[in-house]
């Protein structure tokens, strides 16, 4: 078959249909083309992680996908056009499949470097779930790495820093790595990678006789053996690293995880959505990828993710999102620097607690002066994007805390003059609204250390006139089962799970957080940073951690079902639709959350001030 016949064959059978053609000639030039009689092995992949992907040209082969329970009859037939051999060269491991060929066959065998870009398109990602879902119904239960240490599929690559950087690159290429460890002192590493290498190498010029530990990246995150592998992705992507170290309990390096390690662990399958986001070539391939979100959670929760880390995940996946919309938008507008802003994602996606219904709450500070008719040019930008995100499912905040507005997109030396009018008078210009807006900011586009607004706050339990009115307006917000208006107008029987339970907890957590100088964002974590304060004892800060995890719980589960009924995910759940079991934790969390704010209210009206926000900061 000559390369033009074998980019036809393949142009018609997914994954490759949706392939340009130029992509497919590259694909059939660099194939083979092998034959094979009746019974012959083509493929174990159980002895050995495969490097190519085989298409079947002709015949028939039988394929065994689970090596510990051999059997006569195979589990798979694969005819002409079908495709085998992925699995093992996506995830890099001995994990099948077995490949005989039934009479005479011919297959195309694709190199790996080839093959792997099409997996990763919007076709490819529809194949690959397609094969996944055909596969959980022809077995009782995929496989599923819990631990760290399951991920780690060879011994690293590990160099001294004084190895010149020429033969780490060599030493790389000849074992297969795509990175290199540096052995430090003290139980520390560095990263020599690809990427690093071009970066520092061909970009900026520095001669490869340089030792590895000049050319370094020390950022890598590092995790511990026996940690779960969900933690481990998680860390991944916040940190928005390209590999992630695993030491054991001493600090002795064990092995190096790359994001592909994860493609087979449906406790960790946010990544593969992950990349796929972050790779969209278009915002209607951003949107199609980002449909796929609220399936994704549901699969982790019913697997047995905890409610709190699936939450958690999608925050992160709102982060790749936003990221890529302002990347869409700025390389339409050439004449607007795409590194002169922080972009602050505020509100629930801020703390990482976003869900299906959140809103994509923002603000933007500028490096520099900037003068008001560009910064007008950008305002018109981020209104773009926030069009992005609409049509990737997110909206922005109805009450106009987004970027897009003068309010919330300033230069860094106004968000610094503003901050401090806050504090002086918290009681004008919305002060305490905008204090507490801005608190939970969390820089995920440009410089982290950049807004200046947040390093205004760092120390806001200093001006006690400005905590007391934070208070009060934290304890404004009460917990309740109905409220007396809708009693009184006969609405339906529904309970705003957000406003009426977790919004008080959310408030209390800024605040207590805020009074003992904790920089924590998630709920839990400032709950447990001001565990044991003077207006938080140890009880009632367990006991709010507790409900808080249990109602983003019970929250995120009836929004997946909402969704799953065709439903846009609200807060709002119609009681009478609730299982006996759910409004009863309800009722108990509602009286339980009156019970921390009636403490509070009491404490803040007949105990001095000084007494109650005298706590020392969090260590």
């Known amino acids: 078959m000559d390369v033009a016949d074998l980019a036809a064959f393949l142009a018609r059978h997914p994954p490759f249909e949706s392939v340009g053609t130029a992509a497919l000639e590259a694909i059939a030039q660099g194939s083979r083309v092998d034959r094979f009689a009746d019974g012959d092995l083509i493929l174990d992949a159980f002895r050995n992680p495969s ?3 085989f298409v079947v040209l002709e015949g028939r082969v039988h394929l065994w996908n689970d090596a510990d329970t051999p059997a006569d009859e195979p589990d798979e037939v694969v005819s002409p056009g079908g495709v085998f051999g992925f699995s093992a060269l996506l995830t890099e491991r001995s994990i ?7 009479g005479a066959v011919v297959v195309a065998r694709i190199p ?3 093959a792997a870009p099409v997996f990763t398109s919007r076709r490819g990602a529809r194949f690959l779930t397609e094969i996944v879902s055909s596969a959980r119904r022809r077995v009782p239960a995929a496989p599923a790495y819990s ?32 990175c290199a460890v540096v052995r430090l002192e003290a139980g520390r590493f560095g990263l020599v990678t690809d990427s690093v290498l071009r970066t520092r190498v061909l970009v900026e010029g520095r001669p490869p006789s340089f030792p590895a530990h000049s050319m370094m990246d020390t950022s890598a995150p590092t995790a511990v053996l026996g940690d779960s592998a969900a933690e481990a992705l998680l860390l991944l992507l916040d940190r928005g690293a390209e590999f992630l170290l695993v030491t054991d309990r001493a600090g002795q390096l064990r092995g190096v995880v790359a994001p592909r390690d994860f493609a087979v662990s449906p406790t960790t399958a ?25 399936a994704m959670l549901s699969d982790l929760l019913s697997r047995g993710l905890a409610s709190g880390r699936v939450i958690a995940v999608n925050s992160s996946l709102v982060d790749t999102l936003v990221r ?18 922080t972009w602050l994602s505020l509100g629930s ?16 500070a500028f490096d520099g002066p900037v003068p008001d008719a560009e910064i007008a040019r950008y305002r018109a930008a981020f209104g773009e994007v926030y069009e992005v995100l609409a049509r990737a499912g997110l909206s922005g905040d109805q009450h106009g805390a987004t970027a897009r507005h003068a309010l919330f997109a300033r230069t860094n030396d106004d968000w610094r003059a503003a901050g401090q009018q806050w504090l002086a008078a918290p009681a004008e210009h919305n002060g305490a609204m905008m204090t507490s807006l801005l608190v939970d900011g969390r820089p995920i586009h440009g410089d982290p250390g950049l807004p200046a607004v947040t390093k205004v706050f760092g120390d806001l339990r200093r001006h006690p006139g400005t905590m007391r009115l934070l208070l009060q307006e934290s304890l404004s917000k009460r917990a309740k089962l109905r409220p007396v208006r809708q009693i009184l107008t006969r609405q339906p029987d529904t309970f705003d799970i957000k406003t009426y339970a977790l919004l008080p907890i959310v408030n209390i957590a800024r605040w207590a957080a805020l009074s003992v100088g904790s920089a924590a964002l998630p709920t839990t974590e400032r709950l447990r940073a001001a565990s044991g304060s003077a207006m938080l004892p140890d009880e009632q800060a367990g006991t709010l951690i507790e409900v808080f995890e249990v109602l983003q719980r019970l929250r995120l589960r009836y ?29 108990q969390a509602v009286r339980e959350i009156s019970s921390v704010q009636r403490r509070m209210d009491n404490i803040s009206h007949f105990v001095p001030a000084e007494e109650w926000a005298s706590s020392e900061p969090a260590q």
């Open 96 to 102: 099948g499949p077995r490949a005989v060929a039934v």
């Open 349 to 364: 996606n801020g703390r990482r607690e976003a869900v299906l219904s959140s809103d994509v709450d923002s603000a933007v």
């Open 147 to 178: 631990l760290v240490d399951d991920l780690i599929v060879r011994p690293p690559l590990v160099v001294e820093p004084t190895t010149p950087v020429v033969e780490v690159a060599r030493r790389m290429t000849a074992e297969g790595v795509p």
């Open 112 to 114: 790996g470097a080839l």
């Open 324 to 341: 890529r919309a302002i990347g869409f938008v700025l390389a339409r507008h050439p004449e607007l620097s795409v590194d002169a802003f």
């Open 270 to 294: 946010g990544v593969s959505l992950h990349e796929q986001l972050r790779r969209a070539t278009s915002v209607e391939d951003l949107a199609c990828h980002a449909a796929g979100i609220p």
């Open 559 to 587: 929004q997946l079902m909402q969704h799953r009924a065709g439903d846009r995910p609200s807060d709002l759940i119609t009681t009478s639709r609730m299982s006996s079991i759910d409004r009863s934790v309800i009722a």
């Open 51 to 53: 490097v190519e992907v």
